[in-house]
Structure formats: C-alpha cells, structure tokens
C-alpha cells in the first residue's frame, strides 16, 4: 500500500464510520476495513473501480462527488476522505463544504503543485510539468484545479476551517507541516495530507 | 394445461388479508426450490419473479420444456450457486403456474374466478410467499433477490419483514410506478379487454382465449424490454424471408415477425387476466405513498445489506428511479451499494448473458456470505 495511504490510515481511529470519496479499487478501504474495523462506505465514478470494489467485499456506490454527495445527512460519517481528486473537480470549494458537512473531519490529500521538481520543470523546459504524481498532458489531464501546499492552506484559512494535521510527503519521507515551515515543506513535498474540520 | 403434476405446492391454511380488504385462506403457493438447505439454514436465497416469470428459475421448466427464466444467473457455480445455496423460487399470488389466481375456482361458487378474483398488490404476494419461509423453518434468510417486479417484491419484503433477510439485492426496479409504467401496463390490459374472446375475463374453454389481445399486450411490452440501440443493431431494417417489400401488411420486417413470435408464443404459457391482475399489481405499487412520502421510513428498521443494480440502457426502470432507492437508504445510513451495469440490452439485461452484472452479483453474494 502507498506511503499515502498509511499516513490516512494513522489518522483515523479504530471502529469509526468512514466515507471513501473517489475509493478507486478500495484498497485503502479494504486495509481500514481490515485492520481498523472501519465501518467503510466508497463513492467511485468508474465502473470498473466499482467492479473491483464489489470483488472485495467492499460497500461502495458508484456515482460523483460533485453530484452524490448530497444524499448523505450530515456529519452521517466520522471522516470523509479525498485522495488527490479535489483538483479534478469543476467546483473544488462546494466539494470541500460537502466534504465537511457529511463528515464530522475531512482528510484532503493534494498533489503539491510547489514541489520543487515541478517549478524546475516550468522554469526550464517552459512546457507544463509531467511527474509521477502529474502524468498527465496539459490537453488530457484530468486535473483543473492544481494547487500548492501554501495555496491549500491559505484556502482554508480564509474559510474558516480548522485544519488539525498537515503532513508533507516527499516519496517515503513523512513530516509536520507548520506556519514556519510552510515555505520549505511547499518547496519538498510532492504531497500534502491535511485533516481538516468545520 | 395439464401442469399439476409438475408443480409443488403449499397450502396455506392461515388466513391472508389483502390491500383491497378482502380475506384469503386455504390458498395454494407454487414453487421450487434449487440446491440444498443446510443445517444451521442460513444459505437459503429467495428469489421473487418478474411479471410474466414463474416459480422455474433455471434447469428445464417442465411446463414449457425450456430453460428457466433466469438460467444465465441462477445454478451450480452461477452467480447464484446452487451448490452453495438454497433457492427458493415461488409462484406469484394471481399468477398462472399454479398459485391462487384468476383461473383457480372460487371454493364458494366452483366457477372458475376470472374477474371475480380480488384484485392483489405486490404487498399481497410478498405477505403470501413469507409463508414459505416458514414452511421451510427459515429464521432469516441469507438473500431475497429479484428484478422488475421482482425487485419490487424484494423491496415490500424487507419493509414488511425488517429482520428476515441479510442482504436485498433489488434489480432494474422502481419504488414506484411510474406514469409511463402504467401507461404501457394499460395499453397491454385494453388490448386483451378489446379481444372479443376476453368476454369480461369469462373464457374457459381453450379455445377461445383472448390470444390475440394478450399477444399485442406481450408484444408493446415486450419492446419496452428491449433498448432502442439493442433493436436496431439485431434489426435494424432488415426484411423477413424476402428479398424487397411486399407493398401490403405482412410481415416484411424482422423486427415485425420477431414480435408476432414473441406474442404467439406467450400466450401458449400464460393466463390473459393473470396478466390484467400482475400489471395492476405493479401499478399500484408506491413504497413510499405506504410510509407517507418518506420512502426511507420503508427501511428504517432493518439492518440489512443492501445491493442495488441498474442498466444505462433501461428506460422503463431508468437508473435514476433505482438510485431514488439508493438516495432513501443513504439518508438513513443505511449499508448500502450501488452499481450502474453498462449494457445495450435494455430492462431485460438483467435476464440476459450480461458479465458484468452476473459478476457483480455473484462477488456480493460471495463475500457477504464468507462476512455472515
């Protein structure tokens, strides 16, 4: 399981209610499932996600964050989790409000547009930046919204949202985030984790 | 038809108070059942039929010497096991295969009901299967499953029976009919009404059933079963047996003589007011009128797994009308999943060689049972 995925799973506490949102094939459902005793819900928009979610066990609908996630009463979970999708949505902030409505706390992970390959990348091919976390082409990729780690912050700051934990990673490298360090984590994390509250 | 001796059947000595306020008892349920009960009997599956299905699921129907209606998904290794688990199949109340219906005799006048047999709700059928369950000594069982009408029926079931059933697997289904529901249900009931033969639902000889109004009723049915894209890529225009048209009324398309088949042989096997008293069934059918308008106090008391299936080419069932129930279970956090099946074959997916939803189905039943 992705290094990603650990540090969610840290996050969330035993026997919890937990609303997968974007689970893909489940696999950090079926880990807090299985190791957890997580009481775990999945929203995925492929069909074929779906089908392999359904071969786990795994109790997930298939539909769209943007659309669906209105069905669900408030704080009818302890956490909802995004894993870098947030920037694939036409409405980012309505998907967060609606993250934090339906969940008591959010965990949002982001792929960190500041990461320092990334600006090298711009600065000296002048050509949109293609990574691992990025592999997409500026006319195929899903992503509409990229973002930094500082952009992300700032955000939810001015809305009044609390954030708990902020976490970079860089690869297998976990560390804090904090107000001095934001600089310097913005520059060397390819990924931020940030459980969040409203 | 002489079918008795195919047929099993269930007296049922208790009395059954119908939706219309009438009281049946010492009434006959037909059915069959698939696989073995174990000892612990928790792998018994109920699966409920759709409009014009029966109690014979898969194998040979004795009756009409073909397969079962629901072969591709329901048998040994299937995504129903019968080696796995016990299915139990019956015959609607108000149908024609053997359970209390239009063309039984009323006990008190020894004339054959027609329609003077009271008029049954989906309500009705579930309340006369549950007896089943308890002839079977079932104290919960593992699945109830059905699509159409047969999700339907799972979906009053659970209502009713908050407590009988691990996981509810309603299939291309709606919570409530819709006006374009019962709009092709009535066009199907006039065409038998404006059959001469139907004479007020008394025929009773064989030869002069309403055959023509019932098979014009199974043929606009039928294309309500079928998508517009599955029509024109096995039709298309192509012509029947001839090499241009033929400038009059015959059959020149195949789609033309498909239909005549499908009605000719439909009437063979089925019961012209059995077919008026299930479509009003299914008309009358509204969950969420039952529990006030708030169709998530329909399943508030259980605690079931729920499994919602749909087709993206089902119009008379669209999957929105099947993620309604979703939306209801949801609000209530209730356990449920749901899954949109891509398929051209329309509503009767569900019946059909369709992979991706016989897999889906047999991995939910699958894993839930290893969880149970």
Same mark, same amino acid.
């Given at each position: 399981?992705?290094?990603?995925?650990?540090?969610?799973? !840290?996050?969330?506490?035993?026997?919890?209610?937990?609303?997968?949102?974007?689970?893909?094939?489940?696999?950090?459902?079926?880990?807090?499932?299985?190791?957890?005793?997580?009481?775990?819900?999945?929203?995925?928009?492929?069909?074929?996600?779906?089908?392999?979610?359904?071969?786990?066990?795994?109790?997930?609908? !298939?539909?769209?964050?943007?659309?669906?996630?209105?069905?669900?009463?408030?704080?009818?979970?302890?956490?909802?989790?995004?894993?870098?999708?947030?920037?694939?949505?036409?409405?980012?902030?309505?998907?967060?409000?609606?993250?934090?409505?339906?969940?008591?706390?959010?965990?949002?992970?982001?792929?960190?547009?500041?990461?320092?390959?990334?600006?090298?990348?711009?600065?000296?091919?002048?050509?949109?930046?293609?990574?691992?976390?990025?592999?997409? !082409?500026?006319?195929?990729?899903?992503?509409?919204?990229?973002?930094?780690?500082?952009?992300?912050?700032?955000?939810?700051?001015?809305?009044?949202?609390?954030?708990?934990?902020?976490?970079?990673?860089?690869?297998?490298?976990?560390?804090?985030?904090?107000?001095?360090?934001?600089?310097?984590?913005?520059?060397?994390?390819?990924?931020?984790?940030?459980?969040?509250?409203? | 038809?002489?079918?008795?001796?195919?047929?099993?059947?269930?007296?049922?000595?208790?009395?059954?108070?119908?939706?219309?306020?009438?009281?049946?008892?010492?009434?006959?349920?037909?059915?069959?059942?698939?696989?073995?009960?174990?000892?612990?009997?928790?792998?018994?599956?109920?699966?409920?039929?759709?409009?014009?299905?029966?109690?014979?699921?898969?194998?040979?129907?004795?009756?009409?010497?073909?397969?079962?209606?629901?072969?591709?998904?329901?048998?040994?290794?299937?995504?129903?096991?019968?080696?796995?688990?016990?299915?139990?199949?019956?015959?609607?109340?108000?149908?024609?295969?053997?359970?209390?219906?239009?063309?039984?005799?009323?006990?008190?006048?020894?004339?054959?009901?027609?329609?003077?047999?009271?008029?049954?709700?989906?309500?009705?059928?579930?309340?006369?299967?549950?007896?089943?369950?308890?002839?079977?000594?079932?104290?919960?069982?593992?699945?109830?499953?059905?699509?159409?009408?047969?999700?339907?029926?799972?979906?009053?079931?659970?209502?009713?029976?908050?407590?009988?059933?691990?996981?509810?697997?309603?299939?291309?289904?709606?919570?409530?009919?819709?006006?374009?529901?019962?709009?092709?249900?009535?066009?199907?009931?006039?065409?038998?009404?404006?059959?001469?033969?139907?004479?007020?639902?008394?025929?009773?000889?064989?030869?002069?059933?309403?055959?023509?109004?019932?098979?014009?009723?199974?043929?606009?049915?039928?294309?309500?079963?079928?998508?517009?894209?599955?029509?024109?890529?096995?039709?298309?225009?192509?012509?029947?047996?001839?090499?241009?048209?033929?400038?009059?009324?015959?059959?020149?398309?195949?789609?033309?003589?498909?239909?005549?088949?499908?009605?000719?042989?439909?009437?063979?096997?089925?019961?012209?007011?059995?077919?008026?008293? #299930?479509?009003?069934?299914?008309?009358?059918?509204?969950?969420?009128?039952?529990?006030?308008?708030?169709?998530?106090?329909?399943?508030?008391?259980?605690?079931?797994?729920?499994?919602?299936?749909?087709?993206?080419?089902?119009?008379?069932?669209?999957?929105?009308?099947?993620?309604?129930?979703?939306?209801?279970?949801?609000?209530?956090?209730?356990?449920?999943?749901?899954?949109?099946?891509?398929?051209?074959?329309?509503?009767?997916?569900?019946?059909?060689?369709?992979?991706?939803?016989?897999?889906?189905?047999?991995?939910?039943?699958?894993?839930?049972? #290893?969880?149970?």
């Amino acid at each position: 399981m992705k290094n990603e995925f650990k540090v969610i799973a !840290e996050l969330i506490e035993q026997d919890k209610k937990v609303l997968d949102v974007g689970c893909a094939d489940g696999t950090l459902m079926k880990f807090l499932k299985d190791n957890k005793n997580i009481n775990i819900r999945g929203l995925e928009i492929s069909k074929d996600k779906v089908q392999k979610c359904i071969a786990k066990g795994l109790t997930v609908i !298939e539909g769209n964050a943007e659309k669906d996630l209105i069905q669900f009463p408030d704080k009818s979970f302890d956490y909802v989790v995004l894993s870098q999708t947030l920037q694939a949505f036409l409405n980012p902030e309505k998907v967060i409000n609606e993250l934090l409505r339906v969940g008591k706390k959010a965990i949002v992970t982001i792929p960190n547009f500041g990461y320092w390959k990334i600006r090298l990348h711009l600065l000296t091919k002048g050509t949109m930046p293609i990574t691992k976390t990025l592999p997409d !082409e500026w006319y195929n990729t899903p992503n509409l919204h990229m973002c930094t780690i500082k952009d992300f912050v700032h955000f939810v700051k001015s809305r009044n949202i609390k954030i708990f934990k902020s976490i970079a990673l860089n690869n297998e490298n976990v560390s804090s985030i904090n107000d001095t360090n934001l600089g310097v984590k913005n520059l060397y994390a390819d990924l931020g984790i940030f459980l969040i509250e409203k | 038809m002489n079918t008795e001796k195919n047929i099993k059947t269930l007296l049922v000595k208790k009395p059954l108070k119908l939706d219309c306020g009438k009281t049946i008892n010492n009434f006959p349920i037909a059915y069959e059942t698939y696989g073995s009960l174990n000892e612990k009997k928790d792998n018994a599956i109920l699966v409920f039929h759709a409009l014009t299905g029966d109690q014979f699921v898969t194998g040979l129907n004795p009756i009409t010497n073909k397969d079962g209606w629901w072969s591709y998904a329901v048998g040994p290794n299937k995504s129903i096991d019968t080696n796995k688990y016990f299915v139990i199949c019956s015959n609607v109340i108000g149908g024609c295969l053997g359970s209390f219906g239009p063309s039984h005799k009323d006990p008190e006048t020894q004339k054959v009901f027609g329609t003077n047999f009271p008029v049954i709700t989906i309500n009705d059928m579930v309340n006369a299967q549950y007896n089943l369950i308890e002839h079977f000594g079932i104290d919960k069982l593992f699945s109830i499953v059905g699509g159409s009408m047969g999700g339907m029926q799972v979906l009053q079931f659970i209502s009713n029976f908050p407590d009988k059933a691990k996981t509810v697997i309603p299939i291309a289904c709606t919570s409530s009919h819709s006006a374009q529901n019962i709009a092709f249900n009535e066009l199907g009931r006039q065409a038998i009404a404006a059959d001469s033969n139907w004479n007020e639902g008394n025929y009773n000889s064989k030869d002069t059933i309403p055959d023509k109004g019932l098979a014009v009723a199974r043929m606009a049915a039928h294309i309500t079963y079928l998508s517009k894209k599955g029509l024109q890529e096995k039709f298309g225009r192509k012509l029947q047996e001839r090499e241009d048209l033929k400038f009059g009324f015959d059959a020149d398309f195949q789609i033309e003589s498909y239909l005549r088949y499908q009605g000719s042989v439909f009437v063979d096997r089925f019961d012209a007011n059995s077919y008026l008293y #299930i479509t009003r069934a299914m008309d009358y059918f509204d969950l969420s009128k039952q529990f006030n308008g708030n169709l998530s106090d329909a399943f508030k008391e259980t605690r079931a797994k729920f499994f919602i299936i749909s087709f993206t080419s089902d119009w008379l069932y669209p999957t929105q009308e099947n993620k309604d129930i979703v939306i209801a279970l949801n609000a209530i956090g209730a356990d449920v999943g749901f899954v949109e099946i891509e398929s051209d074959k329309g509503h009767d997916s569900f019946l059909l060689d369709v992979p991706d939803f016989l897999s889906a189905l047999k991995n939910f039943l699958d894993k839930s049972y #290893i969880e149970n």
